[in-house]
């Protein structure tokens, strides 16, 4: 027989049950977003998990394990430059995360990402022409690019024992680059090899990449760097001088190897060359002096100093902005400029880079 006893004890917990209101569950707490140096350590897992696949697609793992492992420090709170804000710190550590991150996840897996579709900053690849291994480039596309309309672009060479990362990752680097509508590409170029063989076709490589991806106005193509990059647009740039419509070296300066060429093939040519009056590592009596040769052989040359700054991109910034804006603007500095101040007795130009 049926127990309905059972049954009506059954319904009203039932109806007691859904007429209950429900408990109040308490929330799950977010889990915390991981730190940045929780994050390059997954970076670095992520290499050495993937090695093999990274030595087959490079063709040279052992720089780019050299390189995280370089960065690792480069964000620890016990090694921020001086130079820096705090603001300026946490943001370059982020995005120097970041940009390893997208270099390691590409040679990991093999899905490289269209230089067609970056927006912001990103790590491309180039198919070297002198030895056909990938090649990395940091790329800026600013948030207002335009398919449709022709930008300028910046071949943005890095100084010694930074690479193309560093410069991308911070953060008043890429404003400008914001601000001024410009898209930037800063080759490895083989790091720091002074940009020597076979670092120029690394170099040119990486242009005719950009400029066949995006929508590039070639009368607006400008090469610029930041020491041993400064060295480098004078090292690189007479190589296809044609291809420029201006010049920018920051920090930096001719040297007598290459002063002959440059002096050459720069002709008609803006230069703007900018250096902190107190570097102590490329004297500015280099950048004085590369202006003089510049100017006597009748290039169109301007110089930006900033005054009482060392050699650091961060001190040297207002200047350097100054001169990209001026560079960026067409502005034509005169060939008869005169310089501020003289250059120290015995002056003369390096014999190569420093």
């Known amino acids: 027989m049926l127990n309905l006893h059972a049954m009506g004890a059954l319904t009203l917990t039932a109806l007691l049950i859904v007429a209950a209101p429900l408990a109040t569950a308490t929330p799950l707490a977010a889990a915390p977003p991981p730190s940045v140096a929780e994050r390059m350590n997954a970076v670095h897992r992520e290499m050495v998990t993937h090695f093999n696949r990274i030595v087959e697609l490079s063709g040279d793992a052992v720089t780019i ?10 964000i620890d709170e016990a090694f921020k430059p001086k130079v820096l804000t705090q603001d300026e710190f946490d943001q370059y550590a982020s995005e120097l995360t970041t940009l390893d991150a997208s270099l390691i996840d590409q040679l990991s ?17 180039v198919r070297s022409p002198y030895d056909h291994s990938l090649q990395p480039a940091a790329l800026y596309v600013p948030t207002t690019y335009n398919p449709a309309k022709p930008s300028p672009l910046v071949l943005f060479l890095h100084g010694k024992f930074w690479t193309e990362i560093d410069y991308m990752a911070m953060p008043f680097f890429r ?5 001024t509508g410009a898209i930037v590409v800063a080759p490895y170029a083989r790091g720091d090899i002074q940009y020597v063989d076979p670092a120029p076709a690394d170099v040119y490589a990486t242009l005719d990449a950009v400029i066949g991806a995006l929508n590039i106005d070639k009368k607006r193509v400008y090469l610029a760097g930041h020491s041993m ?5 004078f090292e690189v740039g007479p190589q296809q001088a044609n291809r420029f419509a201006g010049f920018l070296c920051a920090s930096g300066s001719l040297t007598d190897v290459d002063r ?6 720069f002709r008609d040519k803006p230069v703007y060359v900018v250096s902190g009056t107190l570097d102590d590592n490329i004297p500015n009596s280099y950048s004085v002096l590369t202006v003089q040769y510049l100017r006597d052989a009748g290039i169109p040359v301007q110089y930006y100093p900033q005054w009482g700054a060392g050699h650091n991109i961060k001190v040297v910034f207002p200047a350097f902005a100054a001169a990209w804006r001026a560079m960026l603007d067409g502005s034509r500095p005169s060939p008869g400029m005169t310089l501020p101040g003289e250059v120290p007795p015995g002056s003369v130009l390096p014999s190569g880079p420093s």
């Open 65 to 74: 394990e050299t390189r995280i492992d370089s960065d690792l420090p480069s």
């Open 109 to 125: 897996t093999g899905k490289f990402h269209p230089i067609a579709d970056v927006r912001g900053a990103d790590e491309i690849f």
């Open 175 to 179: 404003q400008l680059a914001e601000n």
């Open 229 to 233: 990059g400064g060295f480098g647009v």
């Open 260 to 265: 002959d060429a440059v002096l050459r093939s």
